[in-house]
Structure formats: structure tokens, C-alpha cells
């Protein structure tokens, strides 16, 4: 099992940028595909962005398409998410999350069984 520790969350304005990082231990770093999803109270967790295990094809939500980037550094076991020009709806807990090794990279939380603890990104007006 994966273990997953998000980091980078924090409290900024509008139009500002923040970066998350999630480092991860246990398994063969690169191997498995690893995402992004958030969530506010009473909904569903929501998808943000993947990265495949090849690193090829990177996938990011229409809602933050040109606005995150993700991006993984191996020799640090990190995955990172960019977020710029930021708006109150992206305020949000953000869940770092890894399927298996070798699987394929989806926009599904059920297919992953990993995830960190969460961050608190919170956007004000």
C-alpha cells in the first residue's frame, strides 16, 4: 500500500497561485498513476487531474483546464499540482490519490485505492 502526504494548502485571494505537493512512499514511485480530486461539505469528490504512470497524457478537469497544471518529480516521489488564478469556487479540501502499478490513470475516485489526508485550499473573494 501506498502511503500519500499532501502538503501546500493554505489561504489566498483571488487571482492568486498556490502549489500542492503530495509525496508518496511505500511501492515503486512511478510506477502507478497518482490524481488530484477535492471535495466541499455535502458533495461528491470531485476529479482534478491526473497523472498517468508513463507520464504521458496528462489530464486535467475542464473546470481548471489552463489554470493547474500537474506534474511529478520521481527522484522526489512528488507529485505536484499548480494552481493559478485561483477563484473561490476552487476553494476546497484536495485529495492526493494512486491506483495500483501499471494501471491506467482515471478521472474515477473509485478506482483508487490510496489516498493522503487532504489539504485545505481556501479561495476568498
Known amino acids: 500500500q501506498v502511503q500519500l502526504v499532501e502538503s501546500g494548502g493554505g489561504l489566498v485571494q483571488t487571482g492568486d497561485s498556490l502549489r500542492l505537493s503530495c509525496v508518496a512512499s511505500?511501492?515503486?514511485?512511478?510506477?502507478?498513476?497518482m490524481a488530484w480530486f477535492r471535495q466541499t461539505p455535502g458533495k461528491e469528490r470531485e476529479f482534478v487531474a491526473v497523472f498517468p504512470w508513463r507520464g504521458i497524457s496528462t489530464n486535467v478537469a475542464d473546470s481548471v483546464k489552463g489554470r493547474f497544471t500537474v506534474s511529478r518529480v520521481n527522484a522526489k516521489n512528488t507529485l505536484y499540482l499548480q494552481m493559478n488564478n485561483l477563484t473561490p469556487d476552487d476553494t476546497a479540501v484536495y485529495y492526493c490519490?494512486?491506483?495500483?502499478?501499471?494501471?491506467?490513470?482515471?478521472?474515477?475516485?473509485?478506482?483508487?485505492?490510496?489516498w493522503g489526508q487532504g489539504t485545505q485550499v481556501t479561495v476568498s473573494a
Open positions: 511505500g511501492g515503486v514511485f512511478g510506477t502507478y498513476p
Open positions: 490519490a494512486a491506483r495500483s502499478s501499471w494501471t491506467t490513470g482515471t478521472s474515477d475516485s473509485r478506482d483508487y485505492n490510496s
